[in-house]
């Protein structure tokens, strides 16, 4: 959630002629953007007089910034104090902006063998990701890597019972940026619906979920190459989909001539190897962005396995060789703009 501004904005790119200065012909076609979560959240309209595009603009801008201070791992607010009580180990009252973040949550990081896993906090704190900027200078010791692995953090130490929550483990420490992101996305496509809104795009630096179309036309997106230009693939989305990536190029350091990106590995507690990019397809933002992050992690070996259990179906991950593995489901509609340095089609989900 710490990521900075801008960082992931060309992650995914909205293709086709989405603003309104760039349009040739009149449309009932507008846009807002707002900066939380550490991005650049892009609302995308269609279909409905200004007046009325206005209004959910703004309503969305203040439930954006509303959440972005109530979820924020780092800064004081609702989760910074979930994670001092539950640093204590006891029973307590949940903040009601942050329980209905627990639950959804354990159950996915359960789904993906512990792959997600939010309860990692003082381990990406370790590293440096927790902060606005990234990180520079040495990557943490061995020694303080392991005392904290030792631990064994885990979304399954939470015991949640209504409205109350303990942890089994004081090593605990929430961070939801892989997934805070993509339920807001799910609330504010909610939101606009019930505005009476069904036609629109909610982007937070690329990671999106669309609904409807732009009049006649289906929205389409670009998938950003995983060497950081240009664009892979082009994708047309059907309806109410949600789009998200995971790339080792969107927050790094460089030191003695290593790369080492945001995305831990809760098993090593290094940045996971082998994976250069992941993008999932998925009905639930939400889903989508925890799906990613595990995925990523999971790597060519692994990532069907915890795609099926997750109940993931599309999915691009994209090696360190160039190597494109598709899911045949993603391999049926996407179209690769840079061909891959090989592309491999795994069984079905």
Known sequence: MAAAAGTRLALLLVLGAMLVACSREPEPFFQRQLLVFGTVVEISIWGVDAQHADTAFADLARDFEAR??????????????????????GWF?????????????????????GLFNPALGRLIALWGFHSDEPPSGQPPGAEQIQALLAHNPSMADL???GVRMRSSNAAVQLDFGAFAKGFAIDRAIEQLRNLGI?????????????????????????IRHPNGQGVLA?????????????????????YEGRRY?????????????????????????????????????????DWHRIAKAMGITQVLLVDERGVAHLSPAMAERIKFETEPAEIRVSEPL
């Open 261 to 301: 990106h945001h995305i831990i590995d809760p098993r090593t507690g290094y940045p996971a190897r082998d994976t250069a990019s992941v993008t999932v397809v998925h009905r639930e933002a939400a889903t989508a962005d925890a799906a990613a992050t595990a995925l990523f992690v999971a790597g060519p070996a």
């Open 93 to 113: 009252t949940v903040n009601p902006s942050v329980l209905p973040l627990l639950e959804p949550a354990q159950m996915l990081s359960l789904r993906s063998e």
């Open 234 to 254: 082009a994708l047309t989305i059907n309806d109410d989909e949600s789009v998200f990536t995971s790339g080792n190029y969107e927050r790094y350091f460089d």
């Open 159 to 161: 015991e949640i019972r």
């Open 68 to 89: 972005h201070r109530l979820w924020h791992a780092w800064h004081p607010g609702a989760l910074g104090r979930v994670n001092q009580l539950v640093a204590a180990t």
């Open 198 to 222: 069904h036609n629109a795009i909610v982007n937070a630096g690329g990671d999106l979920r669309a609904i409807g179309k732009r009049g006649q036309r289906p929205w389409r997106i670009g």
